[in-house]
């Protein structure tokens, strides 16, 4: 056994936000947990990531990352040895009581993160409900008539669910290029809001689709002001959507659940109602939600298994005895259906006696593609 250096223990406790201010890292924004921008070893514009949840950088093009210790050699370009010393100074031989000494501080500093994040997170709450409790019915609204462009059809759909609603002035927010905190709006227009719940049906998100009625889609096309010839994603959740879903069809009853990560695929799915019996059609929000955390390493990133200390991770509700997940079309289908496997093994540990499948409509194809095919083919 190798006596682990106890300063190690020591520079992990240091916030990586503070690490980037003392190591002067240019040009880091903060986007949703994240802080991105330029990596300090190999440069471009937002290749090199912060998670500050995990404390952990990752850089998508040099492929440098890792802990505190690991960023302060690449920004330093120093050793090991060398970057702990400059974090925490060097090694003395501690005495117990100044050990105890410094987990407590350890601990305290874990403490303090934990407590801002959850601060954080109530904050992002309040903003969501605040915006949905401000948008209107959508019935008779652009929702309608995008929905329609979708084919989700009112003779299909009479009723729309009441957790999807209309705001005729969304404000679609991006950061200022630069800055870590602060916000600009880039575009004000009418939105589909739909209502993110918990497992106690309290609103802790809103999942906004901006609307363009005269493009082929239905929605905005909006251009990356910091990135040429790139667009920015027509829809964008705020809140915390962690272990909820938005529910577009909730039978009490149902013994069937059926679940697609995009709000069109699930309605698609709604609308086809392929089973005998009730079935509730919720949207998972997105594949990383729908999957909860995975266990990771070596060999494991299609192996689909859920970390099962992801206490917060989404689950279906007890009544449900049969869990189908609609596998979207996917750029990397091996890692997307490792995903939905790792959410399903989840719900079958955590809820016994359950079945579950994956509904796979094709590569390149979703199940929205296939309803807009009956209509026109
Ligand atoms: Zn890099």
Redesign the pocket.
């Known amino acids: 056994m190798v006596d682990a250096d106890p300063r190690i223990d020591a520079a992990h406790a240091m916030p990586m936000a503070e690490l980037v201010d003392r190591l002067q890292i240019a040009g880091l924004v903060r986007t949703s947990g994240e802080l991105v921008g330029p990596?300090?070893?190999?440069?471009?514009k937002d290749?090199?990531g912060i998670n500050l949840q995990k404390q952990i950088f990752n850089?998508?093009?040099?492929?440098?990352k890792g802990d505190q210790i690991a960023l302060v050699q690449?920004a330093l370009g120093m050793d090991f040895p060398a970057a702990l010393e400059w974090l925490v100074g060097p090694r003395q031989e501690l005495t117990p009581a100044q050990l105890a000494e410094q987990r407590r501080k350890r601990e305290a500093a874990e403490r303090r993160r934990h407590e801002a994040e959850e601060k954080a997170r109530a904050r992002t709450i309040r903003a969501a409900r605040k915006i949905w409790f401000s948008t209107q019915p959508a019935e008779g609204t652009q929702v309608r008539e995008y929905l329609t462009l979708r084919g989700i059809t009112r003779e299909r759909l009479p009723v729309l669910p009441p957790s999807i609603r209309f705001d005729p002035e969304a404000r679609y927010m991006i950061p200022v290029s630069g800055t870590r905190d602060e916000w600009q709006t880039l575009h004000v227009g009418p939105a589909m809001v739909a209502a993110v719940v918990d497992p106690s049906g309290r609103v802790t998100a809103v999942h906004r689709t901006w609307l363009d009625l005269s493009q082929p889609k239905g929605k905005v096309i909006l251009p990356d002001p910091h990135k040429d010839g790139e667009l920015l994603p027509a829809k964008k959740v705020l809140g915390s959507k962690k272990g909820g879903a938005i529910r577009l069809a909730s039978d009490r009853d149902a013994r069937i659940m059926v679940m697609g990560e995009g709000l069109e695929t699930t309605f698609s799915a709604l609308v086809a109602h392929p089973y005998l019996e009730p079935a509730s059609y919720w949207c998972g929000v997105d594949l990383g939600n729908m999957a909860g955390r995975r266990k990771l390493g070596p060999g494991l990133k299609y192996a689909g298994i859920p970390d099962m200390d992801d206490d917060r991770a989404w689950v279906p509700p007890e009544s449900v005895r049969r869990l189908v997940f609609i596998q979207d079309g996917d750029s990397d289908p091996r890692l997307t259906r490792a995903k939905l496997e790792a959410g399903l093994r989840r719900a079958m540990m955590r809820r016994p006696g359950l079945s579950a499948a994956i509904a796979y409509p094709g590569e390149g194809k979703d199940l929205n593609d296939i309803l807009m095919g009956d209509d026109h083919g």
Do not use: K, Q
């Open positions: 990596c300090p070893s190999c440069g471009g290749r090199f850089c998508r093009v040099c492929g440098a690449l």
